[in-house]
């Protein structure tokens, strides 16, 4: 069960005049290690006149370079994308056992690769105070982390800021406040500062609204949402990058689509480039539209779902009516001897001795004798009847039947023969109808 989505995100730069375009940079397009489904992807630049490469940065992430070569009033990039939001869990995974307790060293393989996500800034007297209240003692690293991201959302309050940058880490601390960039900046230094490799992250975050409200807690949004976001991913030996979102205090799920990780903010712009001074005229637009959704528990068929389906479902029967074709269905009950519970026949065989005296004694008791007894009425007896291997799966042939059967045709694959044998030996042990005998297995009572 999962919802597909459209994101639609349209950024556009109009100029009072035609302006000569550097080469630009952009990172709008997930990167490899996201978790969540990416079914497609596209990207529309305009002008329609420039060139482009799809690049990886040393970190793996994807990135266009576009190259104009004529002037331009207008410079618009937009991206749609189709993703599969089927929930994630985001505690799924196992650490190595040497770095199940914080805290715990990297190995030393991996001292290269990591330095850059490692790298400190000298920390000032506000990020100092923050970091001496941490509690330093032996514990679970999962449980640390999550105390850290909780602690940093609880303490730091969100608001949109346009200014372009990252705030420094004392500024954020200082005012209590800040975008979710300068909150995920901070929470990367801090993490460097407690020994972990951590790396910011610039993505897309994907909210929807929730079928059912919450009995405890935030509502959550109101309406489908989607924006670019910023968070923290910190390195986990056994885990890989693990994301943390310390605008929401939580680790980050399906609706965390990265785009960028570096060890820079800096790096992570989504579009990077110069343009030749002109006026600018700045806008954007990000909308989020369900495509396909499946029922589930909570948002089971509507009333026109259900009446579509019971439409088409009358119309087959019609159909089925129209061309004369049987259907039918039941089940067998398994019974099992209070005598012998062990024995081979309620087990492994089909028949037994035990099994056989007991539909003798039920069928003695319940039918007269010759009569002729139904699969069905058999199986209620508890009698377990083997079928003839390569015959017809709905017919039986005990061995009181077989020779009258063989007199009167040989078997055949479409079982005609061996119902015109059937019709005549009934015929022949009583005045019995015996029509239905194509639907039904008969066995003679002794």
Not at 99 to 128: C, H, M, N, T
Not at 239 to 257: C, K, M, Q, V, Y
Not at 322 to 341: C, Q, W, Y
Request: proline share 8%.
């Amino acid at each position: 069960m999962s919802i597909q989505v459209a994101l639609h995100h349209r950024t556009t730069y109009r100029y009072d005049k035609p302006v000569a375009l550097g080469p630009q940079v952009v990172r709008l397009r997930p990167a490899p290690h996201s978790r969540t489904s990416v079914l497609s992807y596209s990207l529309t630049v305009e002008p329609k006149q420039h060139f482009i490469n799809w690049q990886q940065d040393p970190q793996g992430n994807h990135l266009a370079r576009l190259v104009f070569p004529e002037k331009t009033d207008i410079f618009e990039v937009v991206v749609d994308l189709v993703a599969d939001m089927t929930v994630i869990n985001p505690f799924d995974f196992f650490l190595e056992p040497a770095a199940e307790q914080w805290p715990f060293a990297y190995d030393a393989s991996l001292a290269e690769e990591i330095a850059p996500f490692r790298k400190v800034k000298p920390a000032g007297p506000l990020l100092s105070a923050w970091l001496a209240k941490v509690d330093r003692s032996p514990q679970r690293t999962i449980d640390f982390i999550v105390g850290l991201n909780a602690r940093l959302q609880d303490e730091i309050g969100y608001i949109v800021r346009l200014e372009p940058g990252v705030q420094d880490f004392e500024e954020t601390l200082s005012l209590a406040k800040g975008s979710c960039r300068d909150t995920g900046w901070l929470m990367v230094t801090i993490m460097r500062h407690l020994g972990f490799a951590a790396r910011f992250a610039s993505g897309y975050l994907i909210q929807l609204m929730p079928d059912e409200k919450p009995l405890e807690g935030p509502e959550g949004p109101t309406h489908d949402f989607t924006d670019l976001h910023a968070w923290c991913e910190v390195y986990l030996p056994g885990a890989g990058w693990i994301g943390l979102d310390p605008t929401s205090g939580l680790l980050t799920g399906e609706g965390h689509i990265p785009l960028a990780c570096t060890p820079e903010p800096s790096s992570a712009a989504p579009i990077e480039g110069e343009v030749e001074k002109a006026e600018v005229k700045f806008s954007y637009d990000m909308t989020v539209t369900r495509v396909r959704e499946t029922p589930r528990t909570t948002r089971p068929y509507t009333d026109e779902q259900w009446a579509t389906l019971l439409a088409v479902g009358e119309a087959i029967e019609r159909d089925i009516g129209k061309g004369d074709v049987r259907l039918t269905m039941g089940g067998e009950p398994t019974f099992v001897s209070i005598d012998d519970m062990d024995g081979d026949e309620w087990n492994t065989l089909a028949l037994g001795p035990p099994a056989r005296r007991s539909f003798r004694h039920g069928a003695a008791a319940a039918f007269r004798p010759g009569q002729m007894v139904s699969r069905r009425a058999a199986s209620a007896l508890g009698a377990q009847l083997p079928l003839a291997p390569g015959r017809r799966g709905d017919l039986a042939r005990p061995p009181s039947l077989r020779a009258g059967i063989q007199a009167h045709g040989r078997h055949t694959r479409d079982g005609a023969s061996l119902c015109a044998g059937l019709r005549a030996t009934v015929a022949a042990r009583s005045q019995l109808s015996v029509r239905g005998l194509r639907r039904h297995l008969v066995l003679p009572v002794a």
